[in-house]
């Protein structure tokens, strides 16, 4: 009697658990997997010739992830981190929570190169100051220039305590000016119009006419021009070079489906997940994209010189170089 | 015992709550070093400032709470008296980033304001950015709310007061001085302190309108502490440094407040005699002008720049509607939730307070319910998180953590508009209905609710509508699935959708106003506010 309620029970669930596929589970921010974002046509791109599905976890943005895998440690869901950026590498390879990628990363086209056997780049990006070219005709053709620019022309920019941008320019100034950066935060202090919490606030402003220049990325034009066809918004070039920010992949050393989180890791690097990067997450590819880069981003400007420090550098000072931040800004 | 119970279940579910999420974030921290915090020279100017900014707030929002409330109170009829109360419900609602684009919109560069004073041939002024923007900025969150918690002292003022105020032919200063401002004076400490938490607690609006990190709150080095440092122990020590800070100067004030009047009989909005002069009728529409002009000009912005948007292509979009569902079930429990739990500590401290006369510890009951506030949501959420990983699949259960947080964010609205009116009942009718037998149910239905239907209304509006517009924890547990209105319109600011962004928060504007108004309607009964 056993014997056959366990067969009838194998039979009847047996078909079901054989169509059902295996499940990657990816951890990422909500702006990758939302509605307009890359994700929803990358998870259908993947889906097509993984005979898997593909399922999302979002988190505010890359910090919150980072956050998030802390908290749930080795009890983590996910097979795949995909959204930390390289100034989060340390930290996270502090946990020891990640497993290498066994990608072959050496011919990436990623400014600098790239050598990490745990992180995976999947997109790039420069920081920029973004203005409105009805606005401001003669905008800064330098960090220099910004530093020592008039007082009331007002920049925006973000708090590095909350926001990804507002850490990114601590670095560029950092990069560039080296231990004079407290002096020349002193120098800016008055053309800050305001430090905001994050990102969205800032360029909300900008919008909104506040400020002439804002803090924001290189390629912040391309979705006026190429999603609103407006095209009065430029970022201004300058010539220290531009701080680069790379955004990571990397797969968990608990992940329940590791050969599966290879597949995707590899798949990151193909056409089917770098053709949605341009217009999903308005950054560039990190490989050739065979249909080239969609039309307008040949307007944006190109920095010559990407400008980084590496993981390690910035995991070491960071504290040190905001609270120096700090103390300027608060005089 | 009976009355004493419910309150004492209730604290002891908070005490489970904030004890549960504590010990999760001192179980992972890697230990406290309060001495650090106290050698932190930067962290001491910061807790100075934020304690100075919400001072400063507060005095601001009540000073003109007060008259404007009166004015409203006086002018019983004027046209669209009763959708402009509904309106004040607003702000609330507003996700602040929205408040601040609309604050920008009037008082910004190239602002109303200064677009105004273009046209006067006025040079514009750089005024925002700074301490007199955080106060912009407080006004219109607080100023409304301080309005709708003050004015139902109104209606309590007992009928016989102003037959003899009539007879006596008493000046409107005089009514006043003796009538209004007694029924008054108890209330303010309660209004004052709720108004001071929420300034206290402020982030984004201080950052961002307040021009640099020379102006930051204790909540902003709590969220650095937490999403960047994810240094759990110092997030522990300055979410309990706020608690400390906020609890002293709220006791401190609340020793200040005297206890509720007994009333003898049931108010009656009798007609007042000093309506009809000139000067006075002049100052009540300035004082309505004006709160006219700081609240409902931001919402006006907001109004506007979400019809210039993709209106028809934003309403279309399914995850709208599905967020919103969310948005509403969250709202709807939530503020059951917080309302159940609000009755249930009320029910407790008016038994202390009156009955056994035990007032201090009535008012610290209260007070246990209201401190909630200042407990960053941030940091209850990762609390739960690490408490009830090891227990449950803290995904699954997102949606009831998110109505559990909010509805503790909610709880201390509820015990200031139920408060009053409760204590004034078991006052009035507590010998009545012990006389005539009259307990249990029967006294609910027909003592209690009648009675009390509209503060419940209002209570419950209040907190539905506070929880529609809260992102609270939801970023925090996030999954593909579920996202509420508020995060939504962030994710559209994040991908530069800056206008999907506007029509979602005007979208978001209607819904909770006709939440507001369908709870206020359907709960309170007849409008008499």
């Not at chain 2, 001495?35 to 932190?40: K, Q």
């Not at chain 2, 709708?148 to 005089?174: K, T």
Request: charged letters at 15%.
């Amino acid at each position: 009697m056993r014997l056959l309620t366990v067969t009838l029970l194998f039979l009847l669930c047996h078909p079901l658990h054989a169509a059902e596929p295996p499940t990657l589970t990816v951890y990422t921010y909500s702006s990758f997997t939302v509605d307009w974002g890359p994700g929803p046509a990358i998870k259908a791109a993947f889906e097509a010739e993984c005979e898997c599905r593909l399922e999302y976890v979002a988190t505010d943005d890359g910090v919150a992830l980072l956050s998030r895998i802390r908290l749930e440690g080795k009890d983590a869901k996910a097979d795949v981190v995909l959204g930390l950026d390289t100034n989060l590498i340390a930290e996270a390879r502090a946990t020891g929570l990640f497993a290498p990628h066994g990608v072959i990363t050496e011919s990436l086209p990623v400014p600098g190169g790239w050598s990490d056997a745990v992180f995976l780049p999947y997109d790039y990006g420069y920081f920029a100051f973004v203005y409105d070219s009805t606005v401001l005709t003669a905008p800064p053709g330098s960090l220099q220039a910004l530093v020592d620019g008039p007082s009331e022309q007002k920049i925006l920019i973000q708090d590095p305590r909350t926001s990804t941008p507002g850490l990114g320019l601590l670095l560029w100034i950092r990069k560039v000016f080296g231990d004079d950066a407290g002096t020349v935060w002193e120098k800016l202090a008055p053309r800050i119009l305001t430090v905001s919490k994050g990102w969205s606030e800032a360029y909300g402003l900008f919008l909104k006419g506040e400020a002439p220049l804002v803090l924001s990325y290189t390629t912040s034009p391309a979705y006026h021009l190429i999603a609103e066809g407006e095209g009065k918004y430029a970022a201004a070039a300058f010539d220290e070079g531009h701080y680069l920010q790379i955004e990571v992949a990397a797969k968990l050393a608990s992940s329940p489906n590791p050969e599966l989180a290879d597949r995707f890791l590899a798949f990151v690097l193909s056409q089917g997940f770098q053709t949605h990067i341009p217009t999903g997450n308005w950054m560039y590819p990190v490989v050739e994209l065979e249909s080239g880069l969609p039309d307008g981003f040949e307007t944006l400007v190109s920095p010559a010189i990407a400008l980084s420090f590496t993981p390690e550098e910035v995991a070491r000072n960071r504290k040190e170089w905001v609270q120096e931040w700090l103390t300027a800004l608060s005089r | 015992m009976r009355r004493l119970a419910p309150g004492v279940l209730v604290m002891a579910v908070l005490a489970l709550i904030v004890g549960a999420a504590f010990s999760g974030l001192l179980r992972e921290s890697s230990g406290l070093e309060p001495g650090a915090l106290w050698d932190d020279i930067y962290l001491r100017r910061v807790v100075g400032f934020t304690v100075w900014q919400a001072l400063l707030s507060t005095l601001l929002s009540l000073g003109l709470a007060l008259p404007v409330a009166r004015a409203l109170a006086r002018r019983q009829r004027f046209p669209g008296r009763t959708l402009l109360l509904r309106l004040l419900g607003l702000p609330l609602v507003v996700p602040t980033i929205v408040a601040v684009f609309g604050i920008v919109a009037i008082y910004g560069q190239t602002g109303l304001m200064n677009r105004l004073a273009a046209g006067l041939g006025i040079e514009p002024v750089q005024y925002l950015y700074g301490l007199g923007g955080i106060l912009i900025a407080h006004v219109f969150f607080n100023l409304p709310l301080a309005v709708r918690l003050l004015l139902p002292v109104w209606q309590s003022v007992p009928g016989e007061s102003w037959r003899l105020v009539a007879q006596l032919g008493m000046s409107s200063r005089d009514i006043l001085r003796l009538v209004e401002w007694p029924m008054l004076r108890p209330l303010l400490p309660q209004v004052a302190t709720l108004v001071f938490m929420l300034c206290f607690t402020s982030f984004a609006v201080v950052l961002t309108l307040g021009g640099g990190p020379a102006s930051t709150t204790i909540e902003v080095a709590i969220y650095q502490a937490l999403r960047f440092d994810f240094d759990l122990g110092k997030a522990t020590l300055l979410a309990l440094l706020q608690l400390i800070c906020c609890a002293l100067l709220v006791a401190a004030v609340q020793a200040m407040g005297k206890h509720y009047p007994v009333d003898p009989t049931e108010g009656r909005v009798q007609s007042r005699p000093d309506l009809g002069d000139v000067p006075g009728r002049l100052f009540d529409f300035a004082c309505i002008a004006l709160v006219l002009v700081s609240t409902l000009l931001p919402l006006g912005a907001v109004v506007t720049s979400g019809l210039a948007g993709p209106v028809a292509e934003v309403l279309a979009d399914r995850q709208l509607w599905a967020s919103a569902e969310l948005s509403l079930g969250i709202a709807l429990m939530s503020s059951a939730l917080a309302v159940l739990a609000g009755v249930g500590i009320l029910i407790t401290s008016r038994e202390l307070r009156i009955n056994r006369r035990r007032t201090g510890l009535a008012e610290a009951t209260e007070l246990c319910g209201s401190l909630i506030l200042v407990i960053p949501p941030l940091v209850l959420g990762t609390g739960f998180f690490i408490a009830l990983r090891p227990l449950v699949d803290v995904f699954t259960w997102s949606p009831l953590l998110i109505v559990i947080v909010n509805a503790l964010m909610g709880l201390p609205y509820v015990i200031r508009v139920l408060g009053p009116p409760m204590t004034r009942v078991t006052q009035q009718h507590d010998r009545l209905c012990a006389s005539l037998g009259i307990g249990g149910w029967d006294r609910v239905r027909m003592v209690e609710w009648p009675l009390l239907r509209q503060p419940v209304g209002l209570s419950l509006a209040l907190c539905a509508a506070l929880s529609t517009g809260d992102l609270g924890v939801v970023a925090l547990f996030g999954s593909q699935d579920v996202s509420t209105l508020p995060l939504l319109l962030y994710q559209r600011l994040a991908g530069y959708q800056m206008g999907e962004a506007a029509v979602t928060a005007l979208f978001l504007l209607t819904l909770s106003l006709m939440l507001f108004g369908g709870i206020e309607r359907v709960i309170g009964g007849r409008a008499r506010a």
